[in-house]
């Protein structure tokens, strides 16, 4: 299923300085986190580094025509652009986990991959709400690379008592 932006509120339309307290953050609401290019070198360097097998650091005799990055990879690129834009923005405790992670196609050298997310549920407690939202990468064509949901441990601005 694919993020719809137009079901909820932008969340970049808010104040870049204001930070998003669990009670700031609803069903629905969504945010484009920019884009990054991955070359070549890159993919062969973090797969040498952290992945290396061979259809990330030799595409000679790729299925895919040539090297394509890791999972991994892919998440760290995504992570890349969610920190900066999202994140950052949060009155975060932690990250809390990633669900149902998919790889629908791959991310080939010169891609430029573009980050969004929706926030599809906000499980309020009393000092603090796990905040689900899901995330997605598409590349300059289009094709969803990347799809997950992530849960951020995000506090409230007015905790209650228990």
Known sequence: MSVQPHEGRDLAS???DRILYAEDL????WMSLGSVKVTRDEIIHFARQFDPLPIHI???????GDVIASGMHTLALFASISSRTFIARLALVAGKG????RLPHPVRPGSVLTGSLQVVEVRMGP????VHCRYEMVDQN???????????VVRRRHPVDD
């Not at 030799?58 to 895919?64: A, H, I, K, L, Q």
């Not at 990633?98 to 992670?101: A, G, H, L």
């Open 14 to 16: 808010i104040d870049a």
């Open 26 to 29: 609803a069903i629905g609401d």
């Open 58 to 64: 030799d595409g000679t005799e790729s299925p895919f």
């Open 98 to 101: 990633f669900d149902r992670m």
């Open 127 to 130: 000092r603090k709400a796990d």
């Open 142 to 152: 289009g094709d969803l690379v990347m799809t997950m949901l992530g849960i951020q």
